[in-house]
């Protein structure tokens, strides 16, 4: 009988200690999600359910007011034919190639400069930074005038050298590469923060190894900068894809989309189907490939840049 009693008494406090882990986690998992339910809540609410209700209104023709009517994938086969859609796209991968193949290189120059040893370089450091922190309607507005045909200070250098007034932003060959320029002045400073922030962060005895073992400047830069700069250079890839099919405000401001669709994009032709046409369901057709196109190629730049780091390509 005490035998048995015993092994009672020893059985609970086991039996205790067991649940206490339990309870423990229980708490644990719950004071997590409290702290992570607004946010949750706040990202479901603006961006999963857009992104849903986009691509349910992209199956109907409907004009934003009264009850629409439901086509299917009309809407998205329309795109194939529509010409206007594919000068749109075409122009967006313009601004992609123009990112990353000019911003980010001008970027990383100019953080380059920025942390040469040179006096008084600092100074640069707010004037090169200046352009991002002005907004991109006043940039836009900005630029109109300074490329104004008769009085833009532009076309007034433009003079100086013996050559005549050029109408950047009403010719078809001259629009395109206007606005660009003006995206690249003022995105590339974004660029450069990002990669002075990367190149500081990077320890300094590798560059002083590489002194003692006699490399050169470039040397340096090719075998130990640029390799610990892939990271930012893969986040600020993504960044520059996702902004540039993003793209509308500036070339809204300073061209509409013109002239003849020359500077139109997938944005501002979204906007036009859906509060110039009232085609709402058009509009939604365009906005859920521009989210499409956008996921697509993020997934494989992730996917490329987990392949080079399970390969040891870079660190």
């Known amino acids: 009988m005490e035998t048995q009693l015993k092994g009672v008494r020893t059985a609970t406090p086991v039996a205790q200690t067991a649940t ?3 309870k423990k986690s229980l708490n644990k998992f719950i004071t997590i999600s409290l702290f992570l339910a607004p946010a949750i809540i706040v990202y ?3 961006v999963l359910y857009p992104i849903f209700t986009t691509l349910l ?11 629409g009517e439901y086509v299917g994938l009309q809407n998205y086969i329309n795109l194939l034919s529509d010409n206007v859609f594919w000068t749109s796209l075409t122009n967006n991968t313009w601004v992609i190639l123009t990112s990353i193949f000019v911003q980010i290189p001008l970027g ?12 008084g370089i600092r100074l640069f450091s707010g004037i090169y930074f200046f352009p991002f922190l002005i907004s991109t309607v006043a940039v836009g507005l900005l630029w109109v005038l300074m490329l104004d045909p008769l009085n833009g200070i532009i076309n007034q250098l433009v003079s100086l050298f013996g050559f005549e007034n050029v109408e950047w932003l009403s010719q078809t060959h001259t629009a395109m590469f206007a606005v ?6 003022q995105f590339s400073p974004f660029y450069m923060i ?7 962060g990077i320890p300094e005895e590798l560059y002083e190894a590489a002194e003692i073992d006699g490399a050169s400047a470039f040397t340096k830069f090719f075998r130990i900068t640029l390799p610990l700069l892939m990271p930012t250079i893969v986040s600020s890839s993504i960044l520059a894809i996702v902004g540039s099919l993003k793209a509308f405000d500036i070339f809204y401001v300073m061209t509409g989309g013109g002239p003849n669709h020359s500077t139109e994009l997938l944005g501002t032709y979204m906007f036009k189907q859906a509060f110039v046409n009232f085609n709402m369901g058009y509009a939604s057709a365009i906005a859920f490939v521009m989210f499409f196109l956008a996921m697509i190629v993020t ?6 840049d987990y392949y080079r780091k399970k390969k040891g390509a870079y660190v």
């Open 44 to 46: 479901i609410l603006y």
């Open 180 to 185: 660009l320029l003006v995206i690249v002045w």
């Open 57 to 67: 209104y992209s199956f109907y023709k409907w004009d934003g007011v009264g009850a």
């Open 108 to 119: 990383l120059i100019m953080a380059l400069m920025l942390l040469a040893p040179i006096r």
């Open 299 to 304: 997934i494989i730049i992730q996917a490329l």
């Open 194 to 200: 990002l990669f002075k922030a990367a190149i500081v």
């Open 20 to 22: 206490r882990p339990k």
